[in-house]
């Protein structure tokens, strides 16, 4: 109705209807008024009884009059008014509509006027200020009229309206607005009239269609059925300023079914709608939104199948008169939503919520059983299984929001099933997610992270690959996270796989990662429980196996990042861990244990099994550095570190420790003697604890039961020569290079035992200023008793020299050492030494005419067989060797040995020197295999 009195012709159907009540009320009050008036001759004088029976035929006569009048009246006065309405339609609309009435019945007794067949047709054109409108209406009737406020033109009561079995075809809407656009329907109606009080307004079993001329692209509209109804519809200012009423009425009933639209390249379907204002009820059931197939560019997509959508205790008046939205519960069954985002989004800035609303209270909330997915998103988010549960929730566009609530509801309650997203071009997925703001518990379920493709993400971005059965967080405070507080009770993180790759670039504090978000994060407890963990990018990227840790009272934020009493943002941390693992001085190493401990409230760290590991052979070594490199291997039953400073290590990287143990250590080195000597600078030298970036500070070191397993091979021979140092214990004091400890006065310092070939005992002593740049410190000891014999498991292969016999009593030695080189003392107290040159000839160790000879020469001339020698005399050999700055200290300490020894033999000084000095070289072999 409002749609007709406002645009096809500014009241023409009003104005004829009410031109047909107002001709009955007329005629109703023109028979019914009195009588005095009418030339009547009666007698002056009568008796009582006569004036009774004239009043009796004065009444029975007007009643006569009065029903032959109506009956003329109702014979000729429906035509009249049909014909009169007819006219005025075609009058109103300058002949651009055209009405026809198929019947009109009028009652004055009734008050009431009936109008059935009624067709409205346009012209073939309009003015572009109506639109065009086809209107076939099976019935109307109008009933209860109050022809007196007709008459007067007040508010007019009517007892009903009610239109039944329209149809209704709009083809065009107007293309301008007309002059009384922009007033209410109540300064808009007919024959000035100050308002209409209906009882019942229904609009019953109506079609409607909106199928306009031209392109498809245009909106259209149908619907197969539709019931509309109204209780007390009061049209005046009264009713327009009375807060309960929505849309001038008490209440509005709504039952639409089976409606069909079209609009923005999308088609919406509708099974049934129910609206009821007085039940304050709206029910969707089985909506449909579909895009077509063809759509402007830069046009989002939409296609949403929902099942039913049920509102209750909607104040409508409100919503409409104070922009507040207050309802009981709104329920969501089955949403299936999916969408596609056009890739450059719109410049258009979105209204806010408060643009249509003030405020916002709902009782409760409920989405059962969603699906949702958006394509062209950053993250493309795929949703199945939706449950959201949301209690209280207010919403107030001018004040501030409660700090009660969470997210404007007292409580929410979110699960989602097996769901996807793209987040940093990675690929999340998830098994399931369930929150609950009331328990203080969020779970995921069977999370995967894929890393981005090959040439997709950022390059030399962060790149994760995890998969995790579980991931638990209780005692989450939902109320301090609106805050942009993170506070919970414990995290648990259960079996998670992670691959990590860091960024090139090396990102910024954890907290300031997590400050975009988040102001403060507070969490009790962390515990990550059988985790594998592997990293990438890195020089020595770690892999563990079977990660079990706890962290307690965790805070990430600025202060707590600077906290001294904290150890990676938390208070203490416990770890154990299966098999650990990292490559060191890749690719020619891998180094690991079979388990860690670390306890940072008992300041201990442990790793068990250790193990350094070579891939390649010594040779092969050789081949692929280019020079001469040995192969290391090293086991390590146990290393203790006692008191250590898990702060420094953290925060600076500084190894501040009480003590650290190293028990049953077992180093094999291999070595081969083909190849070019290493043109690098030894980094295995004192002075170079000056240039460590970090500080080291223990001040004591224990090596228990070590064992240590060299084997040589040279150019002479392809025989194998093998030396052994078992049964190693020492105690090293002051392994530091801080200043505060580590000076002249208090240097490293040291004492230890051991065998050689685990035949001949050593005891031996260093003093050693760690921060001295010229190196310099002092090794002293003794060796014996041994025999000479057992050195020829090295002599023998590499030198072709043999002890044929001779045993050492006791071997002293001091020896002092710099970065120029070693000079010393020996003493060595032996007896029957002789020494045999030896040749290799068809795979095989000799003796050889001329190497007897030679070896007889030296006997005699150059080796003394005893020491004190034959007139008692104890002689001190001199050591004595030049520095290669590119072996390590360790080979210093073992030519100045070599030196004193052979001087103390008999050799001169100079050739003992040039013997202690002597390294090989030979061309590299074409294969690892020779």
Same mark, same amino acid.
């Given at each position: 109705?409002?749609?007709?009195?406002?645009?096809?012709?500014?009241?023409?159907?009003?104005?004829?209807?009410?031109?047909?009540?107002? +001709?009955?009320?007329?005629?109703?009050?023109?028979?019914?008024?009195?009588?005095?008036?009418?030339?009547?001759?009666?007698?002056?004088?009568?008796?009582?009884?006569?004036?009774?029976?004239?009043?009796?035929?004065?009444?029975?006569?007007?009643?006569?009059?009065?029903?032959?009048?109506?009956?003329?009246?109702?014979?000729?006065?429906?035509?009249?008014?049909?014909?009169?309405?007819?006219? $005025?339609?075609?009058?109103?609309?300058?002949?651009?509509?055209?009405?026809?009435?198929?019947?009109?019945?009028?009652?004055?007794? $009734?008050?009431?006027?009936?109008?059935?067949?009624?067709?409205?047709?346009?012209?073939?054109?309009?003015?572009?200020?109506?639109?065009?409108?086809?209107?076939?209406?099976?019935?109307?009737?109008?009933?209860?009229?109050?022809?007196?406020?007709?008459?007067?033109?007040?508010?007019?009561?009517?007892?009903?309206?009610?239109?039944?079995?329209?149809?209704?075809?709009?083809?065009?809407?107007?293309?301008?607005?007309?002059?009384?656009?922009?007033?209410?329907? *109540?300064?808009?109606?007919?024959?000035?009239?100050?308002?209409?009080?209906?009882?019942? +307004?229904?609009?019953?079993?109506?079609?409607?269609?909106?199928?306009?001329?031209?392109?498809?692209?245009?909106?259209?509209?149908?619907?197969?059925?539709?019931?509309?109804?109204?209780?007390?519809?009061?049209?005046?200012?009264?009713?327009?300023?009375?807060?309960?009423?929505?849309?001038?009425?008490?209440?509005?009933?709504?039952?639409?079914?089976?409606?069909?639209?079209?609009?923005?390249?999308?088609?919406?379907?509708?099974?049934?709608?129910?609206?009821?204002?007085?039940?304050?009820?709206?029910?969707?059931?089985?909506?449909?939104?579909?895009?077509?197939?063809?759509?402007?560019?830069?046009?989002?997509?939409?296609? !949403?199948?929902?099942?039913?959508?049920?509102?209750?205790?909607?104040?409508?008046?409100?919503?409409?008169?104070?922009?507040?939205?207050?309802?009981?519960?709104?329920?969501?069954?089955?949403?299936? +939503?999916?969408?596609?985002?056009?890739?450059?989004?719109?410049?258009?800035?979105?209204?806010?919520?408060?643009?249509?609303?003030?405020?916002?209270?709902?009782?409760?909330?409920?989405?059962?059983?969603?699906?949702?997915?958006?394509?062209?998103?950053?993250?493309?988010?795929?949703? @199945?299984?939706?449950?959201?549960?949301?209690?209280?929730?207010?919403?107030?566009?001018?004040?501030?929001?409660?700090?009660?609530?969470?997210?404007?509801?007292?409580?929410?309650?979110?699960?989602?099933?097996?769901?996807?997203?793209?987040?940093?071009?990675?690929?999340?997925?998830?098994?399931?997610?369930?929150?609950?703001?009331?328990?203080?518990?969020?779970?995921?379920?069977?999370?995967?992270?894929?890393?981005?493709?090959?040439? $997709?993400?950022?390059?030399?971005?962060?790149?994760?690959?995890?998969?995790?059965?579980?991931?638990?967080?209780?005692?989450?405070?939902?109320?301090?996270?609106?805050?942009?507080?993170?506070?919970?009770?414990?995290?648990?993180?259960?079996?998670? @796989?992670?691959?990590?790759?860091?960024?090139?670039?090396?990102?910024?504090?954890?907290?300031?990662?997590?400050?975009?978000?988040?102001?403060?994060?507070?969490?009790?407890?962390?515990?990550?429980?059988?985790?594998?963990?592997?990293?990438?990018?890195?020089?020595?990227?770690?892999?563990?196996?079977?990660?079990?840790?706890?962290?307690?009272?965790?805070?990430?934020?600025?202060?707590? @990042?600077?906290?001294?009493?904290?150890?990676?943002?938390?208070?203490?941390?416990?770890?154990?861990?299966?098999?650990?693992?990292?490559?060191?001085?890749?690719?020619?190493?891998?180094?690991?244990?079979?388990?860690? *401990?670390?306890?940072?409230?008992?300041?201990? !760290?442990?790793?068990?099994?250790?193990?350094?590991?070579?891939?390649?052979?010594?040779?092969?070594? /050789?081949?692929?550095?280019?020079?001469?490199?040995?192969?290391?291997?090293?086991?390590?039953?146990?290393?203790?570190?006692?008191?250590?400073?898990?702060?420094?290590?953290?925060? *600076?990287?500084?190894?501040?420790?009480?003590?650290?143990?190293?028990?049953?250590?077992?180093?094999?080195?291999?070595?081969?003697?083909?190849?070019?000597?290493?043109?690098?600078?030894?980094?295995?030298?004192?002075?170079?604890?000056?240039?460590?970036?970090?500080?080291?500070?223990?001040?004591?070191?224990?090596?228990?039961?070590?064992?240590?397993?060299?084997?040589?091979?040279?150019?002479?021979?392809?025989?194998?020569?093998?030396?052994?140092?078992?049964?190693?214990?020492?105690?090293?004091?002051?392994?530091?290079?801080?200043?505060?400890?580590?000076?002249?006065?208090?240097?490293?310092?040291?004492?230890?035992?051991?065998?050689?070939?685990?035949?001949?005992?050593?005891?031996?002593?260093?003093?050693?200023?760690?921060?001295?740049?010229?190196?310099?410190?002092?090794?002293?000891?003794?060796?014996?008793?041994?025999?000479?014999?057992?050195? /020829?498991?090295?002599?023998?292969?590499?030198?072709?020299?043999?002890?044929?016999?001779? @045993?050492?009593?006791?071997?002293?030695?001091?020896?002092?050492?710099?970065?120029?080189?070693?000079?010393?003392?020996?003493?060595?107290?032996?007896?029957?030494?002789?020494?045999?040159?030896?040749?290799?000839?068809?795979?095989?160790?000799?003796?050889?005419?001329?190497?007897?000879?030679?070896?007889?020469?030296?006997?005699?001339?150059?080796?003394?067989?005893? /020491?004190?020698?034959?007139?008692?005399?104890?002689?001190?050999?001199?050591?004595?060797?030049?520095?290669?700055?590119?072996?390590?200290?360790?080979? !210093?300490?073992?030519?100045?040995?070599?030196?004193?020894?052979?001087?103390?033999?008999?050799?001169? $000084?100079?050739?003992?020197?040039?013997?202690?000095?002597?390294?090989?070289?030979?061309?590299?072999?074409?294969?690892?295999?020779?």
């Amino acid at each position: 109705m409002r749609l007709f009195i406002d645009s096809v012709s500014e009241g023409t159907t009003l104005t004829g209807l009410f031109f047909v009540i107002s +001709f009955l009320s007329f005629a109703v009050s023109e028979t019914t008024k009195s009588p005095v008036g009418l030339p009547l001759s009666v007698p002056a004088a009568s008796t009582t009884s006569t004036p009774r029976r004239r009043w009796v035929w004065w009444l029975l006569g007007v009643a006569v009059l009065l029903l032959v009048l109506s009956l003329i009246a109702q014979r000729l006065l429906d035509p009249w008014l049909r014909r009169k309405l007819e006219q $005025q339609v075609t009058t109103q609309t300058h002949g651009q509509y055209r009405l026809q009435v198929g019947a009109l019945h009028t009652s004055l007794w $009734q008050r009431a006027i009936r109008l059935s067949g009624l067709r409205l047709r346009p012209a073939p054109t309009v003015a572009d200020t109506l639109p065009r409108v086809r209107l076939d209406v099976a019935q109307l009737d109008v009933t209860g009229i109050d022809l007196l406020a007709l008459l007067r033109k007040g508010v007019v009561p009517i007892d009903s309206v009610v239109l039944d079995s329209a149809r209704i075809e709009v083809l065009a809407l107007a293309q301008k607005p007309t002059r009384n656009a922009g007033k209410p329907l *109540h300064e808009q109606l007919p024959l000035k009239l100050k308002g209409l009080d209906i009882g019942y +307004f229904g609009l019953l079993h109506t079609q409607a269609s909106y199928q306009p001329d031209g392109a498809q692209a245009q909106p259209t509209a149908r619907f197969r059925r539709a019931d509309l109804s109204a209780q007390n519809l009061l049209i005046s200012p009264a009713g327009a300023a009375d807060s309960q009423r929505l849309g001038y009425a008490i209440g509005w009933n709504l039952r639409l079914q089976h409606a069909q639209g079209q609009a923005a390249g999308h088609q919406l379907a509708v099974a049934g709608l129910t609206i009821s204002t007085a039940d304050q009820l709206i029910q969707l059931d089985s909506g449909r939104v579909r895009p077509l197939g063809t759509t402007s560019t830069g046009q989002p997509r939409v296609d !949403l199948a929902l099942p039913r959508l049920r509102l209750t205790g909607l104040r409508a008046a409100a919503l409409q008169h104070q922009r507040r939205f207050r309802a009981d519960s709104l329920l969501i069954q089955q949403p299936q +939503f999916t969408a596609s985002l056009p890739a450059m989004g719109s410049d258009k800035k979105p209204k806010a919520a408060s643009d249509y609303l003030k405020s916002l209270d709902l009782a409760h909330l409920a989405v059962r059983g969603g699906y949702v997915r958006v394509r062209g998103a950053a993250a493309n988010p795929v949703i @199945n299984g939706l449950e959201l549960a949301g209690t209280a929730i207010h919403f107030d566009s001018v004040n501030a929001p409660d700090a009660q609530r969470i997210f404007f509801a007292k409580a929410w309650k979110v699960a989602l099933g097996r769901s996807q997203a793209t987040v940093a071009a990675h690929a999340l997925a998830l098994g399931s997610l369930h929150l609950s703001t009331s328990k203080g518990t969020f779970d995921l379920r069977s999370v995967r992270i894929r890393p981005p493709a090959a040439g $997709q993400g950022k390059p030399g971005g962060v790149r994760v690959d995890l998969a995790m059965p579980g991931l638990s967080l209780t005692g989450l405070d939902a109320k301090a996270l609106q805050q942009r507080h993170f506070k919970a009770q414990s995290l648990v993180l259960d079996r998670p @796989n992670l691959d990590f790759t860091p960024p090139v670039q090396p990102p910024p504090p954890f907290w300031k990662l997590l400050s975009k978000q988040l102001g403060c994060s507070d969490l009790a407890l962390v515990r990550v429980n059988h985790a594998d963990v592997r990293f990438g990018r890195w020089r020595h990227a770690p892999h563990v196996n079977d990660l079990n840790a706890t962290g307690k009272s965790i805070r990430i934020d600025s202060a707590a @990042n600077i906290d001294p009493r904290r150890i990676a943002y938390a208070r203490a941390w416990e770890l154990n861990t299966g098999r650990f693992s990292a490559p060191f001085d890749p690719p020619y190493y891998r180094a690991s244990s079979e388990h860690v *401990h670390l306890d940072t409230d008992a300041h201990q !760290l442990v790793f068990t099994d250790m193990l350094l590991r070579p891939r390649f052979s010594p040779i092969g070594m /050789n081949l692929r550095k280019g020079y001469q490199a040995p192969a290391v291997t090293v086991k390590v039953k146990a290393l203790t570190l006692a008191g250590l400073d898990f702060v420094g290590l953290v925060n *600076h990287g500084d190894f501040r420790m009480k003590r650290a143990t190293v028990q049953s250590p077992v180093a094999t080195i291999a070595s081969d003697g083909r190849g070019p000597i290493n043109p690098n600078r030894s980094k295995i030298s004192p002075e170079e604890m000056l240039n460590l970036p970090v500080i080291v500070d223990v001040p004591r070191v224990d090596l228990v039961n070590g064992n240590l397993y060299t084997t040589y091979r040279s150019p002479l021979t392809p025989l194998t020569g093998t030396m052994r140092i078992t049964r190693f214990n020492g105690t090293f004091l002051n392994l530091s290079n801080d200043r505060r400890h580590q000076t002249p006065a208090t240097p490293l310092t040291g004492r230890a035992t051991t065998y050689l070939q685990n035949q001949c005992r050593l005891d031996a002593q260093v003093s050693m200023y760690l921060l001295d740049p010229k190196g310099r410190h002092r090794i002293w000891g003794a060796f014996g008793p041994g025999s000479f014999a057992m050195l /020829n498991s090295m002599t023998v292969p590499t030198k072709l020299v043999e002890f044929k016999r001779g @045993n050492a009593q006791r071997i002293r030695f001091d020896m002092r050492v710099d970065r120029q080189g070693t000079t010393g003392t020996m003493t060595t107290e032996y007896t029957g030494l002789q020494m045999e040159l030896l040749g290799y000839k068809d795979e095989e160790v000799k003796k050889t005419l001329l190497k007897r000879v030679i070896s007889k020469a030296v006997n005699v001339i150059v080796v003394r067989d005893q /020491n004190p020698r034959k007139r008692g005399e104890l002689v001190t050999g001199e050591m004595k060797s030049t520095r290669e700055p590119r072996f390590s200290v360790f080979a !210093l300490w073992r030519q100045g040995v070599v030196s004193g020894l052979f001087n103390n033999v008999g050799v001169p $000084q100079k050739i003992a020197q040039k013997l202690s000095e002597a390294q090989d070289q030979a061309p590299l072999p074409k294969s690892p295999s020779k």
